[in-house]
């Protein structure tokens, strides 16, 4: 048996239970264990990882842990360039796109209103997810742990919150997507992007008094939905102020 020192900080002390919070901990372990397997053993999926001290120099997710060895883990950045130091994390995207699990619907469309690509079905496998997040290069959000352990997740977020406009809030700081919000760019159901259209293209789809009252008219590029600016539009309106302004706080 092996036994080595741990300590987690910062955002990782959210996925260890409180008597591991913040403090250094002895564990013990089976000999010829991949530092990763015993991270995630011990709760914190490797997505979360941004750089990995064992014994005060940076090591891979590869490196075999041994008797006495120290290590301390360290959340991912996103401000910080970790290159130079970290063998763990991924490089920084330059667009951050989503994909989300089966639990995470109303998530979604929140992210879509406020203009970010996401993909979300209520059919999607743990392995199509997954596949999607590593091909694709999206961030895998996710209230499952074992999903974010999968080796083909590279970039992943297990959300702390299980309410959907505090989730909606935990996202874009986490990810420092302030100023990249462009409310009423996709759509909703599909997550295709939006482009004006003429009334007369889509007369024919319209209810009778959306007809008489409006002029302006957007539909999805993808699924063809035909979008304006009615009570749903002026209650969404609202919502995106109150996001903002809670951003600000």
């Not at 955002?11 to 409180?18: E, K, R, S």
């Not at 003429?198 to 024919?204: G, H, N, P, Q």
Request: glycine share 4%.
């Amino acid at each position: 048996m092996i036994t080595a020192n741990f300590r987690f900080y910062s955002t990782l002390n959210d996925l260890l239970p409180a008597h591991r919070q913040n403090v250094s901990f002895t564990h013990t372990f089976g000999a010829r264990v991949s530092v990763k397997d015993v991270i995630e053993s011990l709760g914190v999926p490797h997505p979360e990882v941004g750089l990995l001290l064992v014994n005060s120099e940076s090591a891979d997710f590869s490196y075999i842990l041994r008797d006495a060895d120290v290590v301390s883990v360290y959340p991912t950045f996103t401000e910080l360039d970790a290159s130079t130091v970290s063998r763990v994390q991924p490089p920084s995207l330059v667009t951050v796109r989503f994909v989300l699990d089966v639990h995470l619907g109303t998530l979604a469309t929140y992210l879509r209103m406020l203009g970010f690509d996401t993909l979300y079905r209520n059919d999607y496998g743990d392995e199509e997810l997954a596949r999607i997040s590593h091909t694709d290069t999206r961030v895998l959000l996710t209230r499952d742990r074992g999903l974010l352990m999968r080796n083909l997740v590279v970039y992943g977020y297990f959300l702390r919150n299980t309410d959907p406009q505090k989730q909606l809030i935990e996202t874009i700081q986490r990810f420092s997507l302030d100023a990249q919000i462009q409310p009423f760019q996709r759509c909703l159901a599909c997550n295709g992007l939006l482009a004006p259209v003429a009334k007369d293209a889509v007369i024919d789809q319209l209810p009778p008094n959306v007809r008489e009252r409006h002029e302006q008219f957007w539909r999805c590029q993808q699924c063809k939905r035909v979008y304006w600016e009615g009570t749903h539009y002026q209650r969404m309106q609202t919502f995106v102020e109150e996001v903002r302004e809670r951003l600000s706080m």
